[in-house]
T-cell receptor
Framework: DAMVIQNPRYQVTQFGKPVTLSCSQTLNHNVMYWYQQKSSQAPKLLFHYYDKDFNNEADTPDNFQSRRPNTSFCFLDIRSPGLGDAAMYLCATSRDHVETQYFGPGTRLLVL | GNSVTQMEGPVTLSEEAFLTINCTYTATGYPSLFWYVQYPGEGLQLLLK?????DKGSNKGFEATYRKETTSFHLEKGSVQVSDSAVYFCALKAGGTSYGKLTFGQGTILTVHP
């Protein structure tokens, strides 16, 4: 089945230690999104790629970066995680901006 | 700006009860509307959607009708099951140049007891 895969499902990191979360897709979709979802809150868009074009949300902290080396993979890099960055990170894809977004299972990040 | 307001939860029902979760929105233009469901510890799954006024989205016994006159997209199910226990998010995607950004409501926790 075509799908959105996120690895790892759970990630523990130390305060200030860089961490990378991974997302891959077999849907061959052009657009890939990263959302942050804190406990009991709605998902919040951090940024997205349309093909190779990167689009950052205005209020996304500089601490968050992203890479998309090819159509299938997209990475979320947190350069210096703080305690406030503990959250579920959701990757989503869509064929284009108009089409429905399909979400991966998420990576839960814990910062110690 | 765009926004989505959901009824506050949590909602607790007995099995086979009727479910309504209210959702209203504010948006420019003609947005597409979605309901996503999130089971404990998992990501979001698309439950249903509607892309224009008077469209009815349906899936797994859930339904929602896009009402432009009342700017609403209420989720309903005639008979809930224990397995429907989850968090439900209403969301909109505005048209135009907003590049497909989803705006979510706060989510409604549903618990169904046997």
């Amino acid at each position: 089945d075509a799908m959105v895969i996120q690895n790892p499902r759970y990630q523990v990191t130390q305060f200030g230690k860089p961490v990378t979360l991974s997302c891959s897709q077999t849907l061959n979709h052009n657009v890939m999104y990263w959302y942050q979802q804190k406990s009991s809150q709605a998902p919040k868009l951090l940024f997205h790629y349309y093909d190779k074009d990167f689009n950052n949300e205005a209020d996304t902290p500089d601490n968050f970066q992203s890479r998309r080396p090819n159509t299938s993979f997209c990475f979320l890099d947190i350069r210096s995680p703080g305690l406030g960055d503990a959250a579920m990170y959701l990757c989503a894809t869509s064929r284009d901006h108009v089409e429905t977004q399909y979400f991966g299972p998420g990576t839960r990040l814990l910062v110690l | 700006g765009n926004s989505v307001t959901q009824m506050e939860g949590p909602v607790t029902l007995s099995e086979e009860a009727f479910l309504t979760i209210n959702c209203t929105y504010t948006a420019t233009g003609y947005p597409s509307l979605f309901w996503y469901v999130q089971y404990p510890g998992e990501g979001l799954q698309l439950l249903l959607k509607a892309t224009k006024a008077d469209d009815k989205g349906s899936n797994k016994g859930f339904e929602a009708t896009y009402r432009k006159e009342t700017t609403s997209f209420h989720l309903e199910k005639g008979s809930v099951q224990v397995s429907d226990s989850a968090v439900y998010f209403c969301a909109l995607k505005a048209g135009g140049t907003s590049y497909g950004k989803l705006t979510f409501g706060q989510g409604t926790i549903l618990t169904v007891h046997p």
